[in-house]
């Protein structure tokens, strides 16, 4: 199973920018997808964003429309989340996830292999 490691997460205000990565310290080519989902607590885990083999990207339009960047390196086997202006109802565990293909960008199920979570919590 892939280890998949994330980082970037810090306090931030709201407001503010902010830029996760999440490496694959074999290699993002490997994937057909990878993805980012994150988890507020006592809330379901929420597809974020995602971007395939081919650099094809899929956001969750009604939560972070405009406002997230997904990217990819895959000379770094490196993903970017470049999120700007969060919001202070957003505070949440960021995940990052790599999937075969066959299944829903945006579902959890989707993705048999997960990294273990940066935080982000937003102050008001």
């Known amino acids: 199973q892939a280890q998949l490691v994330e980082s970037g997460g810090d306090l931030v205000q709201a407001g503010d920018s902010l830029r996760l990565s999440c490496t694959d310290p074999r290699r993002t080519t490997m994937w057909y997808r990878m993805a980012w989902f994150r988890q507020a607590p006592g809330k379901e885990r929420e597809f974020v964003a995602a971007i395939s083999r081919i650099g094809t990207t899929t956001y969750n339009v009604d939560s972070v429309k405009g406002r997230f960047t997904l990217s990819k390196d895959d000379a770094k086997s490196t993903v970017y989340l470049q999120m700007n202006h969060l919001k202070p109802a957003e505070p949440a565990v960021y995940y990052c996830?790599?999937?075969?293909?066959?299944?829903?960008?945006?579902?959890?199920?989707?993705?048999?292999?997960w990294g273990q979570g940066t935080q982000v919590p937003v102050s008001s």
């Open positions: 996830a790599a999937a075969q293909p066959g299944a829903p960008a945006n579902l959890a199920s989707s993705y048999a292999n």
